[in-house]
């Protein structure tokens, strides 16, 4: 069976979107991930590309590393320079009720992506997804993408350029279609091979993923982008979701449609250490965006894996080791301004600063930032929802 | 692989929705194809009830022992007979622009039961399967759909009690739901074992069972049967169907819904004699609907296979093997008078009459059936069409 092949040809680091396990249970190697799935780097050149189009400092997660590979992400630009217009496209799994710090993350940088390029974006709530790989109800997952939508509204998206679906409410008609058309082009040895499926696995897994390759041509929203078929279409996602977008970049051409260009990110750190996700079944594993000031200080406190050494003395001495310290880690991806940050790592890495300090100020920025989230996410009304929910056209032109 | 397995243990007769063939290129053993699918025979007794139930002589179909067999469909009498209503379900895959005698069949035999009992009908025009099996474009395959829907309509059926729809239209909100629930409960496996899926097939074939399988649950059908999620389905169909709705079977107590019940038919055999069924590819082994009264004759006279003997003289003196005759199979379908069957039986199979008038008689009969059926189809107006696809209630109440 080629799957089992598969699987053994990558047995020293799974990535896949049901399991990121890395080699020995060590780090995962990103720039073998960049080889192992084929897809390419985004240097500094592309920054700066990006920056000099938007007319805006880059995000912090792409001065930073954060989102570190891309699939034709440079042919969008070059579009884009041409004033060629591309929508936007990500997703959700509504599998729990909170979402975490890592849950935020593709959705701050679509935000900065929507904002900088002035594009339209299309988020997809795979409820049909979580109902069959979670074993939830119907209902039940229909609820949960509903609260999850009023987290990533809260994460400032722009009303009058962003569709919020949910595939159980909103596949059907062109969508079904264009599923129907991929389902066509890829066999069942292919699907386990790239998704790692096996025989008591059920028939409902099978069929999923075209229901993610489809929202990747806009000719699944023909309300959305009437008689824009050819709108180009650019995935921001956590590197993990690469599988669906390996097949739908395969099956595109044939269908005579454009491939979908992706902008990958790394995984955001469990606070225990840098060994893959963070998991919704130990909660003391993540930052939830529900948790209180308390939670994050005693969370941190408690579980954040620290680089700092054993002893004062011996810290003073030869100080934290900054390449397994969660908090560094974490401020990398949350502490906006870069000389402060560069002034953690050297005092902290060169043992003048103490772990309990770097916690310190960990604790405050995520605060902040959790509390910020709770008040935009209650300011977010059933009737806002409807309207991001809404099948209305989306501008597809530059303001 | 339990598909080797199964298709093995199957290896003397295969019967499933894409190959239906007997052991050695005979008969297919009915018989035997009720234990080995598990269903149970239609017997005297439930035609007898059927008749008393209706108050109507049975159909030809059942009189003569065309729909053989069945699932349940004792209950759906004992249910009917406490005044508890049930719906119909069949369906076509639209995969040629003409019918033949043997598409007709379920719908004529639907039509029967929806008069006879008063009760409601969806058709499901599988436009997706044969999108997905035949390689036909989506636009295709719905064209295929409208014409085929033409056909159908001409049979008769009574619009306020019927609803016709297209997958790739229809498929969407809570009929994608039970779709989703039903692929939940089917392993890849065990689909394999069920159709016979290699690991070369699509995965679209893969995805396809649920949408055959939840037209049998009222619930797919909101709009149609509002509020009436108990209503039972009865399915007529041949009986190379009932893979689907063994699946469909074993999964529906998983979810709280009935099982539906099944009245099931033969197949019509090829005019070149009876080894399955009849081969689009081969004009020449089927009467189309739209033959001429030329076609007819012609392919009657060169191609139906006869029983009678090689001379005049030995036919006069053993008679027509009408175990093998085309002309009286033919004419047991589709010669309403008993009596006047009987007699040619009778005659034929003594020998006192020839081929040439049994075939004679026969092509009377069917260039007449055609003929009706051609007139019916071209008063059948595109606004028909609409009307009997219009997502609307459906009475389930008796009349």
Same mark, same amino acid.
């Given at each position: 069976m ?8 990558a047995?020293e680091?799974?990535?896949n979107?049901?399991?990121?396990s890395a ?8 720039d073998?991930?960049?080889?192992q799935?084929g897809?390419q780097r ?6 700066d ?5 938007t007319s805006r ?6 001065r ?5 590979a891309?699939?034709?992400f440079?042919?969008v630009l070059d ?5 060629d217009k591309f929508y936007?496209?990500?997703?959700r ?11 935020l /993350?593709?959705?701050?940088f ?7 390029f002035?594009?339209?974006l299309v988020?997809?709530l795979?409820?049909?997804e979580?109902c069959?790989w @979670?074993n939830? #109800?119907?209902e039940e ?7 999850n939508a009023?987290?990533i509204i ?8 962003t569709f ?11 969508f079904?279609?264009?599923m129907? &058309?991929?389902a066509?082009?890829?066999t069942?040895?292919k699907?386990?091979g ?7 696995d059920?028939?409902g897994k099978?069929s999923?993923p075209p229901?993610?390759?489809?929202p990747?041509?806009p000719s699944?929203?023909?309300h959305?982008f009437?008689?824009?078929?050819k709108l180009r279409c650019? /995935?921001?996602c956590?590197?993990d979701?690469d599988?669906?977008f390996?097949?739908t970049?395969?099956?595109?051409p044939r269908l005579g449609? #454009?491939?979908p260009a ?13 060994n893959? @996700?963070m998991?919704a079944?130990d909660?003391n594993s ?5 948790d209180?000031a308390?939670?994050i200080?005693n969370k ?6 620290s680089?700092g050494?054993d002893?004062?003395? @011996? ?10 310290? /969660?908090?560094?880690k974490y401020?990398?991806?949350f502490?906006?301004d ?6 953690? &790592?050297k005092?902290y890495g ?7 300090e770097v @916690?310190k100020r960990?604790?405050e920025?995520l605060?902040?930032?959790?509390e910020?989230?709770?008040m935009? $996410?209650?300011a977010v ?5 409807d309207?991001f929910m809404a099948? $209305?056209p ?6």
């Amino acid at each position: 069976m080629e799957t089992d092949k598969t699987v053994e040809t990558a047995s020293e680091q799974v990535v896949n979107p049901w399991e990121v396990s890395a080699k020995d249970g060590g780090k995962i190697d990103y720039d073998k991930l960049i080889d192992q799935f084929g897809c390419q780097r985004l240097d500094q050149s592309l920054i700066d590309r990006v920056q000099r189009l938007t007319s805006r400092q880059p995000h912090v997660f792409l001065r930073r590393g954060v989102f570190f590979a891309h699939r034709d992400f440079n042919e969008v630009l070059d579009a884009y320079e041409r004033g060629d217009k591309f929508y936007l496209y990500t997703g959700r799994g509504p599998s729990s009720e909170a979402l975490h710090l890592g849950h935020l /993350i593709p959705f701050m940088f679509t935000k900065y992506l929507q904002e900088a390029f002035k594009v339209p974006l299309v988020i997809q709530l795979t409820d049909d997804e979580k109902c069959m790989w @979670k074993n939830l #109800s119907v209902e039940e997952s229909q609820r949960l993408a509903r609260e999850n939508a009023k987290d990533i509204i809260a994460c400032g998206f722009d009303v009058t350029k962003t569709f919020i679906f949910s595939d159980f409410d909103y596949v059907g008609g062109a969508f079904y279609k264009n599923m129907v &058309k991929v389902a066509k082009c890829v066999t069942l040895n292919k699907a386990m091979g790239i998704f790692g499926f096996s025989g008591e696995d059920h028939i409902g897994k099978l069929s999923f993923p075209p229901v993610q390759a489809v929202p990747s041509f806009p000719s699944s929203f023909p309300h959305l982008f009437p008689g824009k078929d050819k709108l180009r279409c650019l /995935i921001p996602c956590a590197i993990d979701q690469d599988p669906y977008f390996r097949m739908t970049r395969d099956v595109a051409p044939r269908l005579g449609y #454009s491939k979908p260009a992706l902008i990958e990110s790394s995984f955001f750190p469990a606070l225990q250490g840098e060994n893959g @996700k963070m998991s919704a079944s130990d909660p003391n594993s993540a930052i939830y965006v529900t948790d209180t000031a308390k939670d994050i200080k005693n969370k941190i406190n408690r579980y954040a894996f620290s680089g700092g050494q054993d002893s004062i003395e @011996k810290h003073r001495e030869i100080g934290a080791n900054l390449e397994v310290d /969660i908090p560094v880690k974490y401020l990398s991806f949350f502490l906006e301004d870069d000389t402060e940050l560069e002034h953690i &790592k050297k005092e902290y890495g060169e043992g003048r600063m103490l772990t309990g300090e770097v @916690k310190k100020r960990l604790t405050e920025v995520l605060t902040e930032m959790v509390e910020r989230h709770r008040m935009a $996410r209650a300011a977010v009304t059933d009737e806002m929802v409807d309207a991001f929910m809404a099948v $209305r056209p989306l501008p597809s032109m530059f303001e």
